[in-house]
């Protein structure tokens, strides 16, 4: 179930099922770099204006799945027209800006987006271009991205599958209706 919450600007209700912490891990393979597996942590939140804010934190993982170093930090702004087209301006830790136009589907929670601009500095890697496919399917946020460069056609370089991340204090306001002993509520 998506949540709507009340202080969200009514425009961005169709993009709600975006809101939230949401945590897991995915794949990156790119001709020219490292192909590893990673965790990732995004964050998308609004604070009443016609905008969604997003970060995304990523980090290569181990074979045991912990921690080894940053991979990729992006942040950025969505927002939705009543024609339920998307725009996004998003940065990159890696010296690169990007202004992504996409749309929202009819019937499902699924965003395709292509980039419209990049702009890198000196420093930035080779990169010209990019898609990305956002869905949300049984509760989980799923996205891949294709990347092209000079040298490389657009192809697929990064998948992850998100959790949402529950906020304790969430559900622990209805911690108040169970019986003092806890056992009553399974009986």
């Not at 136009?101 to 980039?115: F, M, N, V, W």
Request: aromatic residues 10%; charged residues 30%.
């Amino acid at each position: 179930m998506i949540e709507i919450p009340s202080d969200l600007n009514p425009a961005l209700v169709p993009l709600a099922f975006l809101l939230g912490n949401w945590e897991g891990a995915g794949v990156a393979d790119f001709p020219g770099a490292e192909k590893c597996n990673f965790g990732q942590e995004v964050t998308f939140t609004h604070d009443g204006r016609d905008f969604l804010e997003y970060t995304s934190h990523s980090w290569v993982l181990d074979g045991e799945g912990k921690k080894v170093r940053p991979l990729e930090t992006e942040s950025g702004y969505w927002r939705i027209d009543a024609d339920r087209k998307v725009e996004v301006v998003m940065v990159r830790d890696q010296g690169v800006v990007e202004i992504w136009y996409g749309e929202l589907a009819d019937r499902k929670p699924q965003i395709d987006l292509a980039t419209d601009a990049v702009a890198r500095t000196v420093t930035a890697g080779p990169y010209s271009g990019g898609k990305r496919l956002y869905g949300y399917v049984n509760g989980d946020l799923m996205w891949v991205g294709e990347k092209a460069t000079p040298e490389v056609a657009l192809r697929p370089y990064m998948s992850a599958h998100l959790k949402k991340v529950v906020d304790p204090s969430e559900w622990a306001k209805d911690l108040k209706d169970l019986p003092d002993d806890g056992i009553a509520f399974f009986r």
